[in-house]
């Protein structure tokens, strides 16, 4: 028996899911086999390859905003769980304090340091390896070395300034080093680490160089190394690459009866600008015999232009002027996702990277298999 052909419009609607004003409906993906009798859902990676697709929104280096079209939630979900977790980054991840008389405390300080978010020469980050600590399997690791260990030495001492007015009150004229930024971070490089982290945008330093870091008056000093290693962010947030990674679904707004007049105008105040659009009802549309757009040319209606920019508030759905008027819902492999870099790689770059990663998980995955079925 050959397997039943279902129109477009029948998988698009079944792709909706529908956001009521006390509920979501249709949550649940149905294209798999055996669902709709006589239909045939098997995956092809054919039907897949025609389908999916990427749209970018915005790609700067720091932020990006993407779709991907024709895939599944749980896919989606793993490459944003793979960006926020695992994508490996550098991080100060040990302080050696040799002097600290500021009011801020060596852990304090410690940890402040370690949410510095770094950056320096991709090629030169991607040669840092992983560094190994100590175990109960391997008490004895090779240590600290010039492949997976960056020096960072912060030296600061505050001092009164010269020349400056008795009348004088800000403290960043009368005092050096009144304040300690993370510019103030200076990488010791060693070994092999000088041909990978040269000047001038080679270097290991801060992404944002006026992270304040502490507050001094004249007679302290600060003076600490720090060893930044590699590391994920399911170990710390501190080796978390992004500064945030989501994804939200597209929304659909489907108008199911004409909305005329002063209530078109008051059902457009009820999304964000630019979603709704007022035009004209056509003298064609108001000739038409038994339509709400019957006699009423020159009005104004209300018309969908943009629903990407819509925030699913459901605002609209608490009018009565508009029950049965309008439909919300959102499409289910529809997915906006937005990339935010904490500077380290770049927002694109990054997604490539989890794209990577899962793909390897894949085949360590399809290599255990095949070790079970032997």
């Known amino acids: 028996m050959a397997p039943i052909i279902v129109s477009q419009a029948e998988l698009d609607r079944r792709k909706i899911v529908g956001v009521n004003g006390e509920t979501v409906t249709n949550i649940t993906s149905t294209d798999f086999p055996g669902h709709y009798p006589g239909e045939d859902h098997a995956w092809s990676l054919k039907k897949f390859e025609n389908n999916f697709r990427v749209e970018f929104h915005k790609n700067e280096p720091l932020d990006s905003c993407f779709s991907l079209i024709g895939i599944d939630a749980s896919i989606a979900n793993a490459f944003r769980r793979i960006l926020i977790a695992e994508v490996p980054t550098l991080a100060i991840e040990y302080v050696f304090v040799h002097n600290n008389t500021s009011i801020v405390q060596d852990e304090v300080l410690a940890h402040r340091l370690g949410l510095v978010p770094l950056t320096g020469n991709t090629e030169g980050l991607n040669w840092l390896k992983f560094y190994k600590k100590p175990s109960d399997d391997d008490p004895n690791p090779p240590g600290a070395a010039d492949y997976n260990t960056i020096v960072l030495k912060l030296q600061v001492e505050c001092t009164y300034a010269e020349g400056i007015p008795k009348t004088e009150q800000d403290p960043l004229k009368l005092y050096k080093n009144a304040h300690v930024y993370a510019k103030d971070l200076k990488f010791e490089p060693v070994g092999r680490q000088t041909q ?66 002063q209530d078109a105008k008051k059902f457009a105040r009820c999304f964000p600008k630019g979603v709704i659009g007022l035009e004209d009802v056509s003298v064609e549309e108001a000739a038409k015999e038994g339509t709400e757009y019957e006699g009423q040319a020159g009005q104004k209606k209300a018309v969908v232009k943009n629903t990407f920019k819509d925030t699913v508030s459901r605002e609209c759905l608490r009018h009565e002027e508009f029950n049965g008027k309008v439909k919300l ?23 490539l990277e989890s794209v990577k990663l899962l793909k390897a998980k894949c085949i360590a995955l399809k290599r255990d298999l095949g070790n079970i079925m032997r």
């Open 196 to 261: 990978f982290f040269q000047e001038p945008d080679g270097l290991i330093r801060p992404t944002n160089p006026d992270i304040l870091l502490a507050k001094m008056r004249p007679g302290q000093v600060i003076d600490m190394e720090m060893h930044c290693i590699k590391g994920i962010g399911a170990d710390h947030a501190k080796f978390s690459p992004v500064a945030t990674a989501s994804y939200r679904l597209l929304p659909t707004i489907s108008i199911a009866k004409p909305i005329i007049g």
């Open 329 to 351: 819902g959102r499409v289910r492999d529809h997915f906006i996702f937005s990339v935010e870099s904490t500077g380290q790689f770049e927002s694109d770059v990054l997604f």
